[in-house]
């Protein structure tokens, strides 16, 4: 495959928590620790996990939009993790962000011509009277028509509302997009639309996703690879065609089997995951999935498990993930599919 | 598979009489553009110790019937036609002070987001126990005189009790809380111990687990599941996601722009989807372990001021044909009690 587009070392990001009289922090809350990820470039990773387990943190830390406080973030080659506001500038046209509520992202002042505009004028190959005839192709390429263009936001679905979003974060002409949940708040049949669009500009212009979502069955869809979040660690990545048929850890078997099945002759019931997500200012010791973990043992309590490769670009952190494997807990039998 | 959710045979729908009748609901807005159709003829049954599943796109009109059912919504603003029948009852007609003996008592309603159904400023304890005195006041009376404790003391081992239904712990803890204070899933638990301390006879859950993870929406599932079973409350369940109403419902009624367009059982629906939205809008579910392209129906869901003549699904559909364009469909009665309203299946 090819070479990476983004890699993380060790990236952390902690943010204060219950501050002393002299504004020194207490406590930190931990939303990602210690997080190593290699974005190929041209695909779509993937990233999913429960609400609070620092996913979005991630996807805007990548960006810088989230501070760092410490590890590396490579962008093709240069360091961006110490750059500040000003020399980030260049990068931040070529990684763009679409977020959850496109309602909620885009002015309701501003015409959807003025809302490209301003994304324009960081695309240095587009000259100024060229903005016009810019937009109204930005808008074909998300299947909006010509005459939307001096139209408000509210005046969209939120279907339509959304493929304005991704074509402003075209507009600077991007190599990298964040998706932060960009389908959650869509209706099934506009995601389903939403997705095949962004497949095709995805072919289109060679770009490379992240795509954030909590939904573990538009994941297939969507990826080529995920990685599993949980409480600020990421346990596992592997291909999204195999990760949910052969998860190595016990947490994506749990959250695969949360999912209800659109399918009332599945025969299969819903799995219940014991116990609640822990809090980022206080995880657990050694592996912060042991205390719902049903093949914990003594070592899961005290040491933290190492990165295990299981294959060429996806690796899991589980301390029996050998075991498990060779036993065949967390395959799923043939006819739960 | 003898305990699965969905192998659970269902009640003969004709043996038994419904809980609650929906029957030709139509209501109006009056906005500034003119009047919005919001509901046009919603017809379906309700019946006792089953859950149905009302499906539909955003803005077909879901809530609406939900609210409408309880009468929530502003009579200044809207125009209603049709019966909400609740025994012999019309919810629509009777006085506020009936409907206030029904409402939260006798029909209660889970809504989407927990935290912001619950009030604030008052703690988790407070809340539940105003409820028990209003509703448990004989449960009250009978623990008083049989532990000799305090008022104090009774309702809340009841509140206790009420609250270990539904799974939630620690709960001398909780009682102490604000709502901000505790996760979205155990709010929702307690949001629905709140719905159960009257043991309503319907319980609408309006997307009560939309706004949820799926590790803790499972939970609130099975919970409601059980809770179907155990207490013979008939379940009212609206959501997006077919995959809960794959799993957990016994009925499906799928809507579409203000009209019920097809009612089936879930496997029946699931197996054989009748109405050509339907078919759609389950091709447009992503499904784990079946990577198949995902399709969608084309078009977006029409404006209901000016909706479309004849069936408002015509525009969007691949099967319309010229009678589409100018008439209503009704709603056809097939075999197995599958109810469709479309052209297609007219002899």
Known sequence: ??????????????????KSLLGKPRSWIKAVSDVSLNIIEGECLGLVGESGCGKSTLGRAILRLAPLSSGEIRFMGDDIGKLDNKWLKPYRAKMQMVFQDPKASLNPKMTIFKILSEALALNLRVEKENYLEQSVKLLDLVDLRPEHIYRYPHEFSGGQQQRICIARALATD??????DEATSALDVSVQAQVISLMRELQDKFNLTYLFISHDLSIMEYVCTRVAVMYAGQIIEVQDAGSLFD????????????????????????????????????????????????????????KKSPLVCKTGENSWVRCHFHEKLWKQGILINSKESL | MENSVINKKSEPASSVEPVLQVKDLNLAFNTPRGQAKILEGVNFDLFPREILALVGETGSGKSVTAKSILNLIPERSRETRG???????????????????????????????????????????????????????AKINDLKFKTQCSQKQAVE?????????????????????????????????YRIALALISSPEILIADEATSALDVTVQAHILKLMKDLCKNKRTAILFITHDLGIAAQICDRVAVMYAGR????????????????????????????????????FVPGIIPDLVSPPRGCRFHSRCDQAMDICHKQKPESLKLEDNHNVSCFLYKE
């Not at chain 2, 506020?96 to 987001?113: A, C, D, H, P």
């Not at chain 2, 009841?158 to 901000?180: C, F, H, P, Q």
Request: glycine residues 6%.
């Open chain 1, 246 to 301: 052969a998860p190595r850890h016990p947490y994506t078997k749990a959250l695969k089997n949360a999912v209800p099945i659109a399918d009332p002759e599945s025969g299969k019931e819903l799995g219940i995951l014991k116990g609640e997500v822990p809090k980022l200012s206080d995880p657990p010791t050694g592996c912060h999935f042991h205390p719902r973990c049903n093949y914990k043992e003594d070592i899961c309590s």
């Open chain 1, 174 to 179: 991007p190599k990298f997009i964040v998706f």
């Open chain 2, 260 to 295: 019920i367009v097809e009612v089936a059982e879930t496997k029946k629906i699931f197996k054989n989807p009748l109405h050509p939205y339907t078919r759609g809008l389950l091709k447009a579910v992503p499904k784990l372990g079946k990577n198949k392209p995902l399709s």
């Open chain 2, 83 to 137: 019966q909400v029948l609740f025994g012999v009852k019309d919810l629509l007609t009777i006085s506020g002070k009936e409907l206030g003996t029904i409402r939260g008592n006798r029909i209660s309603m889970v809504f989407q987001n927990p935290q912001s159904s619950i009030n604030p400023v008052f703690t988790l304890g407070e809340q539940i126990s105003r409820l028990i005195r209003l509703y448990l006041s």
């Open chain 2, 157 to 189: 081992s009841i509140a206790r009790e009420k609250l270990n239904e539904v799974g939630l712990t620690d709960i001398k803890r909780m009682l102490k809380l604000y709502a901000s204070e505790v996760s979205g899933g155990m709010a929702q638990r």
């Open chain 1, 1 to 18: 495959m090819n070479e990476s587009l983004i890699s993380l070392e060790q990236i952390n990001t902690w943010f204060p928590n219950n």
